[in-house]
C-alpha cells in the first residue's frame, strides 16, 4: 500500500459520520480493506449499527511467541455549535492536514495501525507470533465497548498493547482514571409561598456540595507522571418552577484519579459524608448512582516493552522523547481489567489539543510516521527468536 492509498484510507472513514453511533459503517469499511489483503478479521456486535472488529495477522512462527495488541476506537464526538472551516466529514487536506471530526481523536491513529498490518501482509516481512487489532465503539462514552471485549475474553491473551490515541507520537505510559458519580436529593414538593409545607430537595443539594468540597481535596493525590487528582461539577439540575419547592436535585461530579487511589475507598467515604450530614439536617435524603468507574492506566518507564518502543520512535523520528502522563482515560482503563496483565502503551499521529475542537485536524505526515512506527515496533517485537 503506498502514500497515497495509506491517505485515501484514512480520509473515507473520516467521511463516515460515526459520532456516538454508526461504528458498523467504518468496521465494514475496514473488513473490505482488510479482505483484499487476506487478513482475516470478525465484527462484534455491541448494538444495531455499532460493531467491533477484531483483526488478526499471524507470523509463521506461533509457537511460544508474543502476541502484540493494537487497538484504536471507531467512534467520534458530536462536531458542536462553532461552525468549522471545512465540512467536518468531508476529510479536507490543505497545508499537509486533513480537516475532520475524528483526525486527531482517533481515526488516524487506527488506520495508522490498520496499513501498517496490510504493509506487514503485503510486504512479507517476517515475524514470529500473531498482531491483533480491537477496534471498539463507543470509547468517547465510557469506554463501553473495550468493556465489552474484555467481559468476552478479547485481551486476555495478549503480551502488550499499544493504544494509537493522539500523542503527536510521543510515547505516554500513564493517564488517569475516572470516577463519575450522580448524587440526587429527594424532597417533598409545595407551594413557593409555603416552603415550610416542603422539603427542598436543591437547599439540602448545596448544602451536600458544600460539604464535599470541604471534605475532599483531590489535589493532594499527586502522581509523577500524571499530576494530581482532581475533582469537578459540571452537571446540576434541580427544580421546575420559581414558585414550586423542588422535590428532586441532581448534580454529576467528575473525579478524576491517580493510579494510588481505590475508587470503592472513595465512594464509601462519600456516603459516609452523606450519613453525617443526615444526623445535623432534618428529613436530608440522598442517594449515589456511580455512572463510569475505569481506572488508572500506568506502566513502568523501565519496563521492556516501553524501552523497546521508545527507541523504535526514536529510531523513526529521530527525536530523543521521554515517557509522560496524560490526564484523559483511554480503552486502556478497560483492558486492564484483562485476565492477564501486560504492559500498555499510547502512541498516535493525532495531537491532544485537538480532540474535540471545532477544525479538527491531522498532520498526514505524522500519519505516515506512525505507519512507520507501528511497523518496526511489531517486526522488532515479534521476532522470529521470541
Not at 491517505?7 to 469499511?29: P, Q, R
Not at 482488510?34 to 472488529?53: C, F, M, P, T, W
Amino acid at each position: 500500500m503506498d502514500k497515497k492509498e495509506a491517505i485515501t484510507l484514512l480520509k473515507d472513514i473520516l467521511k463516515i459520520d460515526s459520532t456516538n453511533g454508526n461504528e458498523k459503517a467504518v468496521a465494514d469499511y475496514l473488513t473490505t480493506a482488510l479482505d483484499r489483503y487476506g487478513i482475516a478479521s470478525e465484527q462484534v456486535e455491541y448494538a444495531k449499527g455499532r460493531n467491533q472488529l477484531i483483526v488478526s495477522l499471524k507470523g509463521k512462527q506461533q509457537q511460544n511467541s508474543k502476541k502484540l495488541g493494537f487497538t484504536g476506537h471507531m467512534d467520534v464526538v458530536p462536531v458542536g455549535e462553532i461552525p468549522w472551516k471545512y465540512p467536518p466529514f468531508s476529510a479536507t487536506e490543505e497545508d499537509g492536514k486533513i480537516y475532520a471530526r475524528g483526525s486527531s481523536d482517533m481515526k488516524a491513529g487506527l488506520a495508522a495501525q490498520v496499513v501498517a498490518m496490510i504493509e506487514l501482509k503485503e510486504q512479507g516481512l517476517p515475524f514470529a507470533g500473531e498482531i491483533q487489532l480491537l477496534a471498539t465503539v463507543g470509547e468517547e462514552t465510557s469506554a463501553i465497548g473495550a468493556g465489552q471485549l474484555v467481559e468476552l475474553g478479547y485481551g486476555s491473551d495478549l503480551d502488550a498493547l499499544v493504544i494509537g490515541e493522539p500523542t503527536n507520537n510521543l510515547i505516554v505510559i500513564a493517564h488517569k482514571g475516572a470516577l463519575w458519580l450522580r448524587i440526587t436529593t429527594l424532597g417533598k414538593t409545595a407551594h413557593g409561598s409555603m416552603p415550610s409545607e416542603g422539603i427542598n430537595a436543591v437547599e439540602h443539594m448545596l448544602k451536600l456540595l458544600t460539604r464535599f468540597q470541604e471534605k475532599f481535596d483531590f489535589s493532594l493525590e499527586v502522581d509523577e507522571l500524571v499530576g494530581a487528582s482532581t475533582s469537578s461539577i459540571d452537571v446540576i439540575h434541580g427544580g421546575n418552577g420559581t414558585n414550586v419547592i423542588p422535590d428532586t436535585c441532581t448534580v454529576e461530579i467528575d473525579i478524576r484519579t491517580i493510579a494510588k487511589q481505590d475508587h470503592q475507598l472513595i465512594l464509601k467515604d462519600v456516603q459516609t459524608m452523606i450519613t453525617e450530614l443526615q444526623e445535623t439536617i432534618p428529613n436530608l435524603n440522598a442517594t449515589i448512582e456511580v455512572i463510569n468507574d475505569l481506572e488508572s492506566v500506568r506502566t513502568e518507564k523501565d519496563d521492556a516493552f516501553v524501552e523497546l518502543v521508545y527507541s523504535t520512535v526514536e529510531s523513526v523520528t529521530g527525536n530523543q522523547i521521554k515517557p509522560f502522563g496524560g490526564p484523559g482515560y483511554t480503552d486502556g482503563s478497560q483492558f486492564t481489567k484483562a485476565k492477564k496483565k501486560y504492559p500498555i502503551v499510547i502512541l498516535g499521529p493525532g495531537i491532544g489539543e485537538m480532540a474535540h475542537q471545532p477544525n479538527e485536524y491531522v498532520e498526514i505526515e505524522a500519519y505516515l510516521q506512525s505507519i512507520e512506527i507501528y511497523k518496526k515496533l511489531a517486526l522488532s517485537y515479534l521476532t522470529e527468536t521470541n
